[in-house]
């Protein structure tokens, strides 16, 4: 499943329809190894909407920082729940 989510980003951004902002998830209540995955997603994400940018500029370039946000998001809830068990 994970797989066909990537590849639908990756045809959209070619398309130029990047779907965004995406609809907000309580992260709280994700369990770790969904958070990591989601992490991990967000990350492909923006690494591709970097390269789409550089090559054609994006209709709404605004789109790198909520990708850069959703990461900074993910990355305090991990780093909450590690403390929290310390």
């Known amino acids: ?5 990537e590849k639908t980003i990756y045809r959209t951004l070619l398309n130029k329809k990047i779907i965004m902002p995406k609809e907000k998830i309580n992260l709280k209540e994700v369990n770790i190894v969904d958070l990591n ?4 997603t967000e990350k ?5 909407l970097t390269f ?7 209709e709404n370039h ?7 946000r959703a990461i900074a998001k993910i990355i305090t809830e991990i780093n ?3 403390k929290a068990v310390l």
């Open 52 to 58: 789409t940018h550089a090559v054609t500029p994006l």
């Open 80 to 82: 909450q729940r590690n």
């Open 44 to 48: 492909r994400h923006l690494q591709m």
């Open 62 to 68: 605004s789109q790198i920082k909520h990708s850069r």
């Open 1 to 5: 499943m994970k797989y066909n989510d």
């Open 37 to 40: 995955e989601q992490l991990v």
